[in-house]
């Protein structure tokens, strides 16, 4: 874990987690290459890797929803505009992306409703024909 690591790995971590091209990170975390590719053997050193680029994606995706909202807003405004290329494209962006919404909508209320199909199954609750008018 990262308690196993030392400063200059976990400096690494760091700068590999901001970039992922080896050679900028290893001179950012002053190490060398062949001491970096060492260290992306052990197991240790993947795990917190894999941990700090979780992060830095779970940071970036907040920084996203946080913005959306100006986003559609600004979409919204570009309805309104004169050119009419324009329009259609900002229309047409719209639907594309409530379309794909709507999919995931649908597929979050699918896999909730085999899941919680599987968890009746495995308590032995539900009755057959309740299955059964559930099946998608």
Do not use: H
Not at 43 to 62: V, W
Not at 63 to 68: F, G, H, I, R, V
């Amino acid at each position: 874990m990262t308690d196993t690591l030392t400063t200059r790995q976990m400096k690494l971590v760091a700068a590999l987690a901001a970039d992922d091209d080896v050679q900028a990170a290893c001179t950012a975390a002053g190490v060398g290459r062949t001491t970096a590719y060492r260290w992306f053997k052990e197991p240790a050193f993947q795990e917190a890797l894999a941990r700090q680029r979780d992060l830095a994606f779970s940071k970036a995706m907040d920084t996203l929803k946080s913005k959306a909202s100006r986003a559609v807003s600004e979409l919204e405004k570009l309805l309104d505009v004169g050119d009419d290329r324009l329009r259609r494209l900002v229309c047409n962006d719209i639907l594309v992306y409530a379309w794909r919404v709507r999919e995931l909508e649908d597929f979050e209320r699918r896999l909730s409703a085999l899941e919680k199909r599987q968890t009746d199954r495995e308590r032995g609750t539900g009755s057959d024909q309740e299955q059964d008018g559930n099946r998608l």
